[in-house]
Every structure is written in structure tokens, then in C-alpha cells.
């Protein structure tokens, strides 16, 4: 019975926000924002609590947020971590036990409404406050970031005002909103209606529009070294979306991996990112 209404949530929340749209298509646009921008996972498990709790750093809070960061210590040289979508920082284990034979200080933090944070949403603009304080605070030499952690590094360092690591890897990251969108319009079978007032949500409150709302249209501002990684058979981000960054980000070198799906985890790929550190 709950597998059957899992299955069926989707449809009953698209009519939902249909209906409204009827009524007010301002008040669907924000509860489509709202089911757009909620994880429904993310939380840390017992199993995760044994590799996080030891590295746990005070807490910081970010307006009305309590974010959780972590450190590794090591040398001198810093990796920031940016987790993605449905994740924490426990994601990270197994890169982070081969950068710590780097000898590399290690600083990671869940992300708004994942992990240990607080929160019940997430999205591109408050996941770079967010990463804006913690870069402030830590400082790094090097950031990595995966999917929407890929998208919000390659939006953050893309503003002038923010601080500038030495080197950047992106894994798996998403290319336009607009094809997000899409998908999204697919999956919960939302009218047209609910979509040009959604347009015009993000338009009044983020100030842009979501066709602009682009990794690869970010990569154009960054001059920073980038090793940018996705996976031929990535069925959550298309490849696509990488090739179109590698395109446009002038300074950035680019593998493509086969068999690995959206995580990337492998060893082969973690030694290429220290490799691409190294040098």
C-alpha cells in the first residue's frame, strides 16, 4: 500500500498545483517551487555517524540556518567538498580517506536540509550563500563539488566578489535549469500554466530567468583551473551537460568515465583528482 502511493504522490501533487493554478497561479507557482526545492532524503544514518562525528566542527549559523561543517585535518593545503542532491557529507568517505594519504586538510559541511543541517529546503541561490560563508571562513586551495554541489560551485565562482580556491573539480554536475524544469514538468505532469507562472516566480524573487540559469553560462566568468568528470552512462545528469561546460569554460580539462552512473565513485577517478591537484 505505501509502495502503490509512493508511485501515485507524484501524479496527486501535479493535480494539486494544477487546480490551484486554476484558482491562483501565484500560490502554484510557490508550491511548485516548494515539492521542486524539498529533499525527501539526506538525513545521516547510525551507519553514517562513526566516520562523521569525530570531525565534527561548531556548528555556524547562516541566517536562519544552522549548518553543520567537518575537518579533516592535514598539511597546509585545503579541499573543500560540496555534496549534491539527497546527500551529506558521508558521501565523501572514500575520497576523503585518499586525500588524507595527501596529507591535504579536509573541510566538508552538509548542505541546507541535508545531514546534521538544518532546513527543509534546497536550491542553487542559498546553497551558495551558504557556500559563500564557509569559503570565507575555510579559506581552501582547492574545492571539489558534485551535481547540484558541481552547479553551485560553478554559480559561486562565477560572482567577482567571491573567494577564489586555486583549482576546482566538478563531478557529474547538471548543465541548464530550464532542462531540470523539464523534467520536472514531466514527472508530476504540470500544465503550462503552473510553468509560466514558475517562470515567473524565479524571475521575481532570484532575479533571473531560468533559460539564463546555466552551469556553462557560469563557466564562461571563471578563469579558475578546472577538472570537470561525468559519467557516459549517468542516468540523473546527462553527460551532455558536462560536455556543454567543458565547452564554454575556457581553462578546464575534461574526462568522461563509463560504468560509474552519477556517483563517480572510483578510485581510478580520485587518483585523477589528485593527479589534477598535484600539478
Do not use: C
Request: glycine share 6%.
Amino acid at each position: 500500500m505505501n509502495k502503490l502511493f509512493m508511485r501515485m504522490l507524484p501524479k496527486i501533487l501535479g493535480n494539486y498545483v494544477n487546480t490551484l493554478a486554476l484558482v491562483s497561479p501565484q500560490a502554484a507557482a510557490k508550491k511548485a517551487f516548494k515539492i521542486f526545492s524539498k529533499p525527501r532524503r539526506g538525513k545521516i544514518g547510525p551507519h553514517h555517524e562513526g566516520f562523521l562525528k569525530p570531525n565534527l566542527e561548531p556548528a555556524l549559523q547562516i541566517d536562519e540556518l544552522s549548518i553543520q561543517p567537518y575537518k579533516w585535518p592535514g598539511g597546509e593545503k585545503t579541499i573543500l567538498l560540496v555534496h549534491g542532491w539527497e546527500s551529506h557529507t558521508h558521501r565523501w568517505k572514500e575520497m576523503i580517506v585518499r586525500l588524507k594519504s595527501e596529507n591535504y586538510t579536509i573541510i566538508a559541511f552538509d548542505a541546507p536540509a541535508h545531514g546534521y543541517s538544518t532546513g527543509k529546503y534546497l536550491y542553487v541561490p542559498i546553497y551558495d550563500e551558504v557556500l559563500s560563508v564557509i569559503l570565507d571562513k575555510y579559506q581552501p586551495d582547492y574545492m571539489i563539488g558534485h551535481s547540484i554541489g558541481g552547479m553551485t560551485v560553478l554559480f559561486n565562482q562565477s560572482q567577482k566578489a567571491t573567494f577564489k580556491p586555486k583549482k576546482l573539480v566538478v563531478l557529474g554536475a547538471p548543465d541548464r535549469l530550464e532542462s531540470i524544469l523539464i523534467d520536472y514538468q514531466k514527472i508530476l505532469n504540470l500544465s503550462d500554466r503552473v510553468m509560466n507562472a514558475l517562470e515567473n516566480y524565479f524571475l521575481k524573487r532570484f532575479n533571473f530567468k531560468t533559460t539564463d540559469f546555466s552551469s556553462s553560462v557560469f563557466a564562461k566568468n571563471i578563469e579558475t583551473p578546472a577538472l570537470i568528470i561525468h559519467d557516459k552512462d549517468d542516468t540523473i545528469t546527462p553527460v551532455s551537460g558536462s560536455k556543454s561546460i567543458h565547452a564554454t569554460y575556457k581553462n578546464s580539462e575534461y574526462i568522461e568515465t563509463k560504468g560509474l552512473n552519477h556517483s563517480l565513485y572510483d578510485s581510478k577517478v580520485n587518483d585523477q583528482i589528485v593527479d589534477f591537484l598535484k600539478r
